[in-house]
């Protein structure tokens, strides 16, 4: 077969861009780029939705979003959650079962009682203690709303699970948890 035998069909337009911000749009420093402002401003200017879709919570995304100038749904916690920011509504919930998150917290507590463990509930963050020494995105420029006994707020449904330690605690864990 002759390469020029081949035919492609015409270029399809794009509608929509999904956009993760670490490793993506952000730069290695957390900041937005001039280019990338200038391309996702162009972007809007042609009629492409651009959704930022991000492990972050809402909270966490506001500025990039505001930045940006978006006008579009935001993807947060890996899909777990749909929100439009313009009208502070959450379209989409997908939360861990509260008996599996239980399970999972006194897993993890058992085999390390010195973890921090965190749970979200849509945009909001409780924890029983802070690690200075491991911070997470979220918690470079963010405060918890909540430190203390989580027991409290594992009877409804948890958006998201976090266990933070050191790499070779975690790694207890998670074979712990896969048992």
Not at 118 to 136: A, C, G
Request: aromatic share 6%.
């Amino acid at each position: 077969m002759n390469t020029s035998d081949l035919t492609l069909p015409p270029m399809a337009r794009v509608e929509m861009v999904a956009i993760d911000l670490d490793g993506t749009l952000l730069r290695s420093d957390k900041r937005l780029s001039k280019r990338v402002i200038n391309a996702v401003t162009t972007a809007s200017n042609h009629g492409i939705r651009v959704v930022l879709a991000s492990a972050r919570p809402p909270r966490a995304v506001r500025q990039v979003y505001e930045c940006l100038g978006l006008q579009t749904l935001q993807i947060n916690y890996n899909g777990a959650l749909i929100q439009d920011p313009r009208r502070n509504r959450y379209l989409f919930h997908q939360p861990l079962e509260t008996t599996l998150a239980q399970r999972l917290g006194r897993v993890a507590r058992r085999t390390d009682r010195n973890m921090a463990v965190s749970i979200e509930i849509l945009d909001r963050w409780f924890t029983d203690r802070v690690d200075y020494d491991l911070p997470t995105e979220t918690s470079r420029s963010l405060n918890p709303d909540f430190i203390g006994d989580l027991n409290a707020f594992l009877h409804v449904p948890v958006t998201k699970l976090m266990f933070l330690a050191p790499p070779d605690r975690l790694n207890r864990v998670r074979k712990e948890i896969q048992k």
